[in-house]
């Protein structure tokens, strides 16, 4: 994978598309405990319709380069890393397109300021105080320390558990890929770090601050589009209809059958509606 370094330290991404593309570029952000592969479909769909993307592998759990100690991986300042990533490859227009955990760091970016982005797509994501919805919160209250985080990583080893509803089952529709979901928590297993680095993430979720930023939502004017799985079991379409209304120019695509990994679920028309989003 290619790396570009930031202020912060370096960070790993994929890059999908014609270098001499004409049309905005996208910025693909993932969640918590997933990377930039949650992407990699929708990159391919992107890419053949002449889009260049970029697909960051954010300190959520899932990253292979652990960050110097010390940095700040609170949400905000993943939002921050986020926004140099964009500045360091010194993208303009950028369509910016969040998932799950990755939405609410695209609301942190655009609270903190916009001037690199262009519009914003997110699709199933926390939002308002849903940070995380039910029954989530457990899991981030029970990984604010690393030695639990690795608890919790072994105990999904084994396919069964980790595909299982207390896993990564419930998050999408279609049968998961055991390889890649192998990969999304091997990290946490092998490396203290990469332990050390989720835990700060999951000890800075604070839903009050996210709430917090909603109320600034309508300063953000350019095109907002939410693409959003009607039959997620955590980000209801109530969630997704409140967002939409919070903004000042966005619509709502409501996706039969969606959940939360959309981008696994609907590539290709994740991909259609980021292209129409551009």
């Not at 652990?66 to 949400?75: A, I, K, N, R, S």
């Not at 693409?227 to 039969?256: C, H, N, Q, T, Y």
């Given at each position: 994978m290619p790396a570009v370094d930031i202020p912060q330290g370096r960070i ?214 939410l693409v959003w799985g009607d039959a997620d079991l955590f980000f209801k ?42």
């Amino acid at each position: 994978m290619p790396a570009v370094d930031i202020p912060q330290g370096r960070i790993e991404y994929r890059v999908t598309g014609p270098e001499d593309s004409a049309l905005p570029p996208v910025v693909l952000v993932h969640g918590l405990l997933v990377n930039a592969e949650l992407w990699t479909r929708t990159a391919d769909a992107l890419a053949a319709r002449g889009i260049r993307s970029y697909a960051p592998d954010l300190p959520l759990g899932s990253h292979r380069v652990p960050w110097p100690p010390g940095t700040d991986l609170t949400p905000r300042g993943i939002a921050a890393l986020l926004g140099d990533f964009i500045a360091a490859l010194d993208l303009t227009g950028v369509t910016l397109v969040g998932n799950d955990t990755g939405g609410a760091i695209c609301q942190f970016l655009i609270d903190a300021g916009h001037e690199r982005i262009g519009r914003l797509v997110l699709t199933n994501c926390d939002a308002f105080d849903q940070f995380p919805p039910a029954p989530i919160g457990l899991l981030v209250k029970a990984g604010r320390r690393p030695a639990r985080l690795r608890m919790l990583a072994a105990s999904v080893r084994a396919k069964a558990l980790r595909h299982s509803i207390a896993g990564y089952g419930g998050l999408a529709r279609d049968p998961l890929d055991a390889a890649l979901t192998a990969r999304w928590v091997a990290p946490l297993r092998a490396d203290a770090a990469i332990r050390r680095d989720t835990a700060a993430f999951l000890r800075g979720i604070s839903p009050a601050e996210l709430l917090d930023v909603s109320t600034r939502l309508h300063t953000f004017t350019k095109p907002v589009r939410l693409v959003w799985g009607d039959a997620d079991l955590f980000f209801k379409l109530s969630l997704a209809r409140r967002l939409r209304d919070a903004f000042p120019d966005a619509d709502l695509v409501e996706v039969a059958g969606g959940r939360t990994f959309l981008p696994l679920d609907e590539p290709d028309r994740v991909a259609a509606e980021i292209a129409l989003a551009a």
